[in-house]
């Protein structure tokens, strides 16, 4: 992290925030950070919505380039930083399609069960007690297929790669439910993402700027 870095990364305290800096401190780039308050409103500001319409966060502003490029979504802020510093993405073309893949996966078959089960808890007081169940049995049925894919592979993809950064901020939310149902290949990776330094600066830089 630094102030005056020609990355501009603009994120919150959600997984969402939290995956765009898990993969800038991963591949140890400078960068300025702008830590919106989403309860406060920050994410509707004129001057926000002039760099990201759509009124979300994450967004990264790579001013590096002669035309300066947004790019908004985790999972493509991921790919992005992936691309442009060669790390995290294997070169050959399997390894990619695999780690891809994987990426897609946590995106599409995880993230998604986690916020609908997050939305309904927290947000849907009329939600039925049964409906709510549901909606975590789904998220637990997601991390049992990531753990029995972790008994045979290290990381998702095999080697460490974007999908394991991505899937982080959602395991460190689900931890308790994973450990209630004795995924230990998923306790085991999660383990080996706690000790990454990378990770570790992220989660600090996370806790420091939390409104
Ligand atoms: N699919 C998007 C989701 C972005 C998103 O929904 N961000 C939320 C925070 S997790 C947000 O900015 N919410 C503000 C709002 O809804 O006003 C991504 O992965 O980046």
Redesign the pocket.
């Known amino acids: 992290m630094t102030t005056d870095a020609l990355l501009d990364v603009y994120v919150?305290g959600?997984?969402?925030?939290q995956r765009a800096i898990i993969v800038l401190e991963e591949m140890e780039l400078h960068y300025n950070l702008h830590f919106l308050d989403?309860v406060a409103g920050d994410?509707h500001r004129a001057d926000y919505l002039a760099i990201n319409p759509h009124?979300?966060?994450?967004c990264l502003v790579d001013r590096s380039a002669q035309t300066p490029v947004t790019v908004?979504?985790?999972?493509m802020i991921c790919l992005y930083l992936a691309e442009k510093t060669g790390r995290f993405l294997p070169n050959d073309p399997l390894g990619r399609i695999r780690a891809t893949e994987w990426l897609f996966h946590v995106a599409t078959d995880v993230m998604s069960l986690h916020s609908t089960h997050g939305a309904l808890a927290r947000h849907a007081p009329d939600c039925p007690p049964a409906t709510i169940q549901w909606a975590e049995d789904r998220v637990r049925d997601a991390l049992t297929y990531l753990d029995t894919r972790l008994a045979r592979n290290d990381f998702l993809a095999g080697d460490l790669s974007v999908a394991d950064l991505a899937l982080y901020p959602i395991y460190n939310r689900r931890r308790e439910l994973a450990a209630r149902h004795g995924m230990n290949n998923l306790a085991r990776w999660g383990n080996a993402m706690d000790r990454r330094p990378g990770c570790q600066r992220a989660l600090a830089i996370i806790r420091e700027n939390l409104p």
């Open positions: 919150s959600s997984p969402n925030g989403l994410q009124g979300r966060i994450p908004t979504q985790s999972w």
